[in-house]
C-alpha cells in the first residue's frame, strides 16, 4: 500500500446510530496526528456531526460516497489507508465497498454478524485482497473480537508453557448488560430471509464450518452443533443455554484457526454459551432464556410474527439511549482443557452496552490498528478475522483502552 494515501482512516457510515458511536470514540481516543475523515451519503447529517463531535473533529474531511455509486466508493477507497465501514446490513450494502477495498489494496473493517456475506466475501475476493496486500477484516465490534481474541491468547498461554494443543474450549457469557438495534436486528431478518428462500443457503449457516478455506481440511468431531436448548456442563459447573451470537462467532473462530494452519490443534472443539449458575432457579432461568431466544428466531421467520415484532423492536437507525449505553457492560469467561490435561481460564470484560460503547471502541482501536501498526501485524492479507490480521497488537490496543483480556492457567 502507498504510503502517500490523503487519509489514515476513513470512517464510512458515519452518521449511522453505530457510526456517531464510533466518530466519538475516535474523536476522544485517536492520536493527534491520525489523519481521520468522515462519509456518508448526506453533507448536512456528516455537518452535523462534526460539528457535535467538537474540535478535535472541526478539521476532519468530509467525504460523499453511496454504495449505488461506484466511482465514489472507489474513491473513497483509494484515498486511504484503512476504510472501515458500518453501512449494513452488509449483505444488501457491504460488497461494492469490499470490492473497491481488495482492489485498492486497502485495509477494510466491519461489524458485520452475517455469515452469509462473510462467505461470499472469501469465495470472490480473498484472492485479489492477498494480490493487491488489503487486510479485509469482518466482525471488529462484540460480532467477534472478544471470541477471537480470546481463543487466540489462549493457545498462545498454552503454547509458551509447553502444555500442549487446546482441545475442549467453551465460552461461557457470565454477565451482558446492553440491548439490541434495529440495523443488528434487520441483518438478523435477511439471513433469515435467505436461508428460507434458498436451501443450499441454510445448509451453510447451519455449517459449524461455514468460513473455512478448505472445508474438506476440518476435522471431523462430531456433533458440533450450536446449542439451542438447555444443559447442566458438569465441567462447567453450571446450567449454561444458547448464546444468540455463537453461530456468528464459533465460525469465525474456526476461521482464525484454519488460516493459521491449525495450530489450535486436531481436537480444537469450540463452543459458546449463556452461564446461568449451579441451582434449581438456574435451570429455570435458562429455560425461559432459551425459549426467549427460540421464540424471537421463530417470530422473525414467519412474515405474520415479524410483523408484530416490527411495532415493538427497535428500527434501522434506532438503537439504546445513551443511558443504557452507559450503564451496559459485558464479563465473559473461555474455558480450555489442553491435550496435556492442563486447564486455562480468559476473562474479557468491558464497560459498556456490548453491542454499542464496548464495539465502539473494538471497532475504532481496530480501524487504527490497521492504520498505524503496520510494522506488528501479522504478515498476512486476503479475507481474515481479527486474530489473523491484528492478534497481540490489538490486544494491546484494547487493554490500553480499557478492556480486560487476561489468561491464566487454573489447572
Known amino acids: 500500500m502507498s504510503a502517500e494515501r490523503e487519509h489514515d482512516v476513513v470512517l464510512f457510515g458515519a452518521t449511522s446510530f453505530v457510526g456517531r458511536l464510533c466518530a466519538e470514540y475516535l474523536s476522544r481516543a485517536a492520536p493527534q496526528e491520525a489523519r481521520i475523515a468522515l462519509a456518508g451519503r448526506s453533507r448536512e447529517r456528516l455537518l452535523e456531526l462534526q460539528a457535535a463531535l467538537g474540535a478535535r473533529a472541526s478539521d476532519w474531511p468530509l467525504l460523499i460516497a453511496d454504495t449505488t455509486d461506484p466511482r465514489s466508493v472507489g474513491d473513497l477507497a483509494a484515498a486511504t489507508r484503512v476504510l472501515a465501514t458500518t453501512v449494513g446490513p452488509y449483505r444488501s450494502y457491504g460488497m461494492p465497498v469490499l ?11 466491519d461489524l458485520t454478524g452475517e455469515v452469509l456475506f462473510m462467505r461470499a466475501a472469501i469465495d470472490r475476493f480473498d484472492a485479489v485482497a492477498a494480490a493487491s496486500g488489503a487486510r479485509i477484516v469482518h466482525s471488529c465490534g462484540f460480532d467477534s473480537i472478544p471470541s477471537d481474541l480470546g481463543v487466540l491468547l489462549l493457545h498462545e498461554a498454552a503454547t509458551a508453557d509447553g502444555a500442549g494443543e487446546l482441545e475442549d474450549t467453551t465460552l461461557v457469557v457470565r454477565t451482558m448488560k446492553g440491548g ?56 462447567l459447573g453450571r446450567w449454561v443455554g444458547p448464546f444468540v451470537m455463537s453461530s456468528i462467532n464459533t465460525r469465525v473462530v474456526r476461521r482464525s484457526n484454519a488460516l493459521q494452519g491449525w495450530p489450535y490443534g486436531p481436537r480444537f472443539r469450540y463452543s459458546e454459551v449463556m452461564g446461568f449458575g449451579s441451582g434449581p432457579l438456574a435451570a429455570a432461568q435458562a429455560g425461559v432464556f432459551a425459549g426467549g431466544v427460540g421464540a424471537l428466531i421463530g417470530g422473525l421467520s414467519v412474515p405474520a410474527a415479524r410483523a408484530v415484532l416490527d411495532r415493538v423492536l427497535p ?23 489442553t491435550s496435556s490435561g492442563a486447564r486455562y481460564l480468559c476473562r474479557v470484560a468491558a464497560k459498556g452496552d456490548p453491542g454499542y ?14 492504520a498505524l501498526d503496520a510494522e ?36
Not at 315 to 337: C, K, Q, T
Not at 398 to 403: E, H, K, P, T, Y
Open 180 to 235: 439490541p438495534s434495529g440495523g443488528t436486528i434487520a441483518s438478523l431478518q435477511g439471513e433469515l430471509d435467505a436461508a428460507r428462500a434458498d436451501r443450499e443457503l441454510a445448509r451453510l449457516l447451519a455449517d459449524p464450518y461455514a468460513l473455512s478455506p478448505d472445508r474438506a481440511a476440518e476435522p471431523r468431531l462430531g456433533d458440533e452443533r450450536d446449542l439451542r436448548g438447555v444443559r447442566h456442563d458438569a465441567d
Open 376 to 411: 506488528r501485524l501479522p504478515k498476512r492479507a486476503g479475507v481474515l478475522t481479527p486474530a489473523t490480521a491484528m492478534g497481540d497488537a490489538l490486544v494491546g490496543r484494547l487493554r490500553s483502552a480499557g478492556q480486560t483480556f487476561e489468561v491464566e492457567r487454573v489447572g
Open 357 to 370: 460503547k464496548a464495539t465502539s471502541v473494538m471497532f475504532g482501536e481496530s480501524a487504527l490498528c490497521l
Open 99 to 109: 470490492e473497491a477495498c481488495a482492489t485498492a489494496g486497502t485495509h477494510y473493517a
Open 315 to 337: 428500527a434501522p437507525g434506532e438503537g439504546p439511549s445513551e443511558r443504557r449505553r452507559e450503564l451496559g457492560s459485558f464479563r465473559i469467561e473461555i474455558h480450555a482443557r
